[in-house]
C-alpha cells in the first residue's frame, strides 16, 4: 500500500508543484492521476522514488517512510518500485534481453552484476515476460530497432521482471499513436492485475484512465481536487479538474458554477469546490 500525506514540492524556482498532497494507492489498485499541463502530476510520481526530492510531506510504501530514506536505503528500496516511463528509459545500443535484465541488477551483488552474470531462473522469466508482453522472439534486437509500442513493451517487461511493490508510470502512452496507447495500457493493468502489482500513473488522456484505471485522481495547481471511481468522473468534475486555478486563467475559458448536489456527487471536497470557483 502507498500512502502519500500532505506532499508539497518546492522547486528552487520558487514553484509550487505540490500543495499538501494526500492520496492512496491500496491492495492492487490501478490508480490514474490526471490533470492539466503543469499541475503537478510528473512531479509527484517522481517524489515517490525520489528522482524529485519532495520539500516536506509523507510518503510511506508498505509501511516504510520514503521521504527519510539514506542514499543507501534508496538504493535498496528503489529495487521495490518498477519505474515506465514516457520515453522508454531502456538503453537503445543493448538487445532487448539486455534490457529487460537490467531490472535485476539491483537484486545482484556487484561483481555479479558487473558481469551480467544473471540467474538462469531471471534469464527464463526475461523469455516468458518478453512473451507475454508481445515482443518474444525479438530478444536478440537491438532497442534501436524497435517501434516505439515495441520499445514500451520491453520497459513493461523490465519493470515487471524486477518485481516490484509497486509500478510508477510516468506518461506511458505519450509517444505513441492512440491506437498502440490502448493497447499498451490494456498490457500494463492485465499484467499488473495478474501479478498482484498496484499502479500509480501519471496519464494524458482521459479516455484510458477511464477504461483501464480502478480510481483517477485529479491535479490542479498541485492539489488534489478530484478522487474517484471512472464513474464519478462526471462533466462537471472534469471541469473542476480542467477549467480551475492556472489553467483557467490560461485557456481564458470560465465553467459553469456546480450545483452543491452535482459536486458532492463527484467527490469534490468542499475546499476544492471552493478554490475552483
Ligand atoms: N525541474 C523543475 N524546476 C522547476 N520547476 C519545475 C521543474 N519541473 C516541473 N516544474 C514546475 O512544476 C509544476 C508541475 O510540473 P509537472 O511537470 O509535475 O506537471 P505535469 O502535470 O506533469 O505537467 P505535464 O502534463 O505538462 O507534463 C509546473 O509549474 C512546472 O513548471
Request: a negative charge; aromatic letters at 4%; glycine letters at 8%.
Amino acid at each position: 500500500m502507498l500512502t502519500i500525506t500532505d506532499l508539497e514540492k518546492v522547486y528552487p524556482t520558487g514553484d509550487k508543484a505540490l500543495q499538501g498532497v494526500s492520496m492512496e494507492v491500496d491492495g492492487n489498485e490501478v490508480v490514474s492521476i490526471i490533470g492539466p499541463s503543469g499541475a503537478g502530476k510528473s512531479t509527484l510520481i517522481k517524489c515517490v522514488n525520489r528522482l524529485t526530492e519532495p520539500t516536506s510531506g509523507s510518503i510511506v510504501l508498505d509501511g516504510e517512510e520514503l521521504t527519510t530514506l539514506s542514499k543507501k536505503e534508496l538504493r535498496k528500496t528503489r529495487r521495490d518500485m518498477g519505474m515506465i516511463f514516457q520515453e522508454f528509459n531502456l538503453i537503445e545500443r543493448l538487445t532487448v534481453m539486455e534490457n529487460v535484465l537490467s531490472g535485476r541488477l539491483g537484486y545482484m551483488g556487484s561483481w555479479d552484476a558487473f558481469r551480467r552474470n544473471f540467474d538462469d531462473e531471471d534469464v527464463q522469466n526475461a523469455y516468458e515476460i518478453l512473451d507475454r508482453v508481445g515482443v518474444g522472439g525479438m530478444e536478440n534486437k537491438r532497442v534501436d530497432e524497435l517501434s516505439g509500442g515495441q520499445r514500451q513493451r520491453v520497459g513493461i517487461a523490465r519493470a515487471i521482471l524486477q518485481r516490484p511493490k509497486i509500478l510508477l508510470v510516468d506518461e506511458p502512452t505519450s509517444a505513441l499513436d492512440p491506437e498502440t496507447s490502448f493497447e499498451v495500457m490494456e498490457m500494463l493493468t492485465e499484467i499488473a492485475r495478474e501479478e498482484d502489482i498496484p499502479v500509480l500513473i501519471n496519464i494524458h488522456e482521459v479516455e484510458l484512465a477511464l477504461d483501464y484505471t480502478d480510481r483517477i485522481v485529479g491535479l490542479t495547481d498541485g492539489e488534489v481536487v478530484f478522487n474517484g471511481t471512472p464513474a464519478e468522473l462526471d462533466e462537471n468534475a472534469r471541469d473542476t479538474i480542467y477549467r480551475s486555478g492556472k489553467s483557467r486563467e490560461e485557456t481564458g475559458t470560465e465553467s459553469q458554477p456546480q450545483s452543491q448536489n452535482e459536486s458532492s456527487s463527484s467527490g469534490i471536497s468542499d475546499a476544492s469546490k471552493e478554490k475552483s470557483f
